[in-house]
């Protein structure tokens, strides 16, 4: 479990749960249900628990193969791009395929975080 006041990274606002839960918020804003300031608090605390979950829930392993296209490494932040990838499961499950992948990896602190 994390400590209070850890600051955790913004990447999983992008994914499709983390984009539903933006516009959902965005419209009860609209239509003055709730404050920015609960909305931004409450992206918080999704930014927490993504990050929790995937760390202490999620233990599926995949391999992956495709060609580097890109990489770039900025502000601890390092940014992969693939073409022809292949992912599959450890357990031998179903092979998928995707013309391009993007792989975004930071460190498990974020910096600044004073832990």
């Not at 516009?23 to 993504?50: C, G, Y």
């Not at 770039?72 to 998928?96: H, I, P, S, Y």
Request: hydrophobic share 40%.
């Amino acid at each position: 479990m994390a400590a209070a006041g850890h600051n955790f990274y913004e990447l999983y606002r992008q994914s499709s749960v983390g984009s539903a839960l933006t516009d959902t918020l965005d419209d009860l804003i609209t239509e003055h249900h709730i404050d920015p300031q609960l909305a931004m608090k409450i992206l918080a605390n999704f930014d927490r628990a993504i990050t929790e979950v995937l760390q202490e829930k999620v233990k599926a392993r995949l391999s992956f193969k495709g060609s580097l296209d890109t990489y770039r490494f900025c502000d601890e932040v390092w940014t992969f791009q693939l073409k022809g990838v292949t992912f599959k499961m450890e357990n031998g499950g179903q092979v998928v395929a995707a013309d391009r992948v993007k792989i975004v990896s930071c460190t498990a602190k974020p910096t600044g975080s004073g832990t």
